[in-house]
């Protein structure tokens, strides 16, 4: 089961966020990410937040087509996306690609990259998606094996503890059962130079960061 969460940041429309927002089983827009839907003809299936940054307006018509509204004080100890989230998985979503919920405010980016992360979510594949730019969490051990464009940037990054056994296959600077310290810039800005290319890890949480920069290029062969 598919969910896609529209958060309140800047949403820029590409291909791989097109397709998302096509191929769901679940809408679910946070506070003001009700407005991102407004704008694409989509009705959410459920709003969560404390409904601050909605207009009063969309909100009086959402409530009045039924749409379900789960709302909080603005005084709460989670943010609306982390809400949201926990509500996707309660209700049976297995994959939940996540947009707009990067640009607008660091602490917020921030904030919404390291819920990728979070133990209690460990279970539920999630994807940012921004722009031309996917980012998702690896949890060793594990594989992934990805369709890319020659051109592409990965940048692989360390959470809250170095990762260890770290293979790279169809890059330009290839890994073979590496270790990547947490706060190691290792694993920063790595081409793709195949259209198909893995990441291996055998222990450790790895933020993947993809810049898909190579579509635009006769040499892409992504899928």
């Known amino acids: ?17 097109e397709q998302a927002i096509r191929n769901h089983d679940l809408v679910l827009a946070t506070d003001g990410g009700a407005v991102h839907c407004h704008t694409l003809g989509m009705k959410p299936d459920i709003v969560v937040g404390d409904m601050d940054s909605i207009p009063g307006k969309l909100l009086t018509q959402l409530r009045q087509q039924g749409v379900e509204m789960h709302t909080f004080p603005q005084r709460k100890d989670q943010t609306d996306l982390e809400l949201a989230i926990a509500l996707a998985i ?6 939940l690609t996540i947009l707009a919920a990067l640009g607008e405010r660091w602490d917020m980016s921030i904030a919404s990259v390291m819920l990728l992360a979070a133990p209690r979510f ?50 330009e600077y290839p890994l073979a059962n590496r270790h990547i310290p947490l706060g190691s810039t290792l694993g920063i800005s790595n081409i793709v130079i195949d259209p198909q290319i893995a990441v291996t890890i055998n222990e450790g949480i790895l933020l993947c960061v993809i810049e898909r920069l190579g579509a635009d290029k006769p040499t892409c062969h992504e899928a």
């Open 122 to 171: 460990a279970g539920t594949q999630m994807t940012l998606l921004a722009g031309s730019t996917t980012l998702f969490c690896l949890r060793g051990p594990d594989r992934k094996e990805i369709a890319a464009c020659q051109g592409d940037r990965l940048s692989l990054i360390p959470l809250g503890s170095p990762v260890a056994g770290v293979t790279l296959q169809g890059l």
């Open 90 to 95: 309660e209700r049976g979503m297995e994959e």
């Open 1 to 17: 089961m598919k969910c896609v969460i529209f958060a309140n940041g800047p949403l820029e429309l590409d291909t791989p966020t």
